[in-house]
């Protein structure tokens, strides 16, 4: 298998639930992304993970805690969502810190909050 | 700090129509230059990308040229099909991917 592949693909939990979005790569890289992208807004970039450690956590609620146990895998932990956070929540990986080099994605996970 | 602008949408057009989406950019030196397509229900996949003045990116049919002297990187086929039918996103990089900065995307209808 190839690529950077998220799971599940469609999420539907409540106010009060707690779940973990899941991300791995298969590509050799050794940075990875955590991106929001709502309906009407554009891509927010929430968490970078270069070398297995946290670079940038762009002011995203502690509601959400990502982890990154290796560098073929992230998660991001979900607890005590809102509504407002339902969105696509796309994972992708690049090879850091060389430059000029993109970033893949996966296909995404749809959170729907409840 | 580096923006992206592109055209807003939605854009509607009939199969085999010409196809422009205009993207330009603000950065500081010479940034790489990207073009993201993202299917429904799908994540981002690269459709082309440029990384020096002058160079022109193309794939299944899209073109676009990194124009310095505009700043601009638009994107264009010739007769689009009813399958290209996506969210189109411009992006550049300039430093590590972490500096990866996306435009707002345009969403493409194709008709039959």
């Known amino acids: 298998e190839t690529g950077v592949t998220q799971t599940p693909r469609h999420l539907v939990m409540g106010m009060t639930n707690k779940k973990s979005l899941k991300c791995e790569q298969h590509?050799?890289?050794?940075?990875m992304y955590w991106y929001k992208q709502s309906a009407k807004k554009p891509l927010e970039l929430m968490f970078v993970y270069s070398l297995e450690e946290r670079v940038e956590n762009n002011s995203v609620p502690s509601r959400f805690s990502p982890e990154c146990p290796n560098s073929s895998h992230l998660f991001l932990h979900l607890h005590t969502l809102q509504p407002e956070d339902s969105a696509l929540y796309l994972c992708?990986?690049?090879?850091?810190?060389?430059?000029?080099?993109?970033?893949?994605f996966g296909q995404g996970t749809r959170l729907t909050v409840v | 700090g580096n923006s992206v602008t592109q055209m807003e949408g939605p854009v509607t057009l009939s199969e085999e129509a010409f196809l422009t989406i205009n993207c330009t950019y603000t950065?500081?030196?010479?940034?790489?230059l990207f073009w993201y397509v993202q299917y429904p229900g799908e994540g981002l996949q690269l459709l082309l990308k440029?990384?020096?003045?002058?160079d022109k990116g193309s794939n299944k049919g899209f073109e676009a040229t990194y124009r310095k002297e505009t700043t601009s990187f638009h994107l264009e086929k010739g007769s689009v099909q009813v399958s290209d039918s996506a969210v189109y996103f411009c992006a550049l990089l300039k430093g590590s991917a972490r500096q990866l900065t996306f435009g707002s995307g345009t969403q493409l209808t194709v008709l039959p």
């Open positions: 440029a990384t020096k003045a002058d």
């Open positions: 590509l050799g890289h050794n940075a």
């Open positions: 992708a990986s690049s090879q850091d810190p060389t430059g000029g080099t993109e970033a893949f």
């Open positions: 950065a500081t030196g010479y940034p790489s």
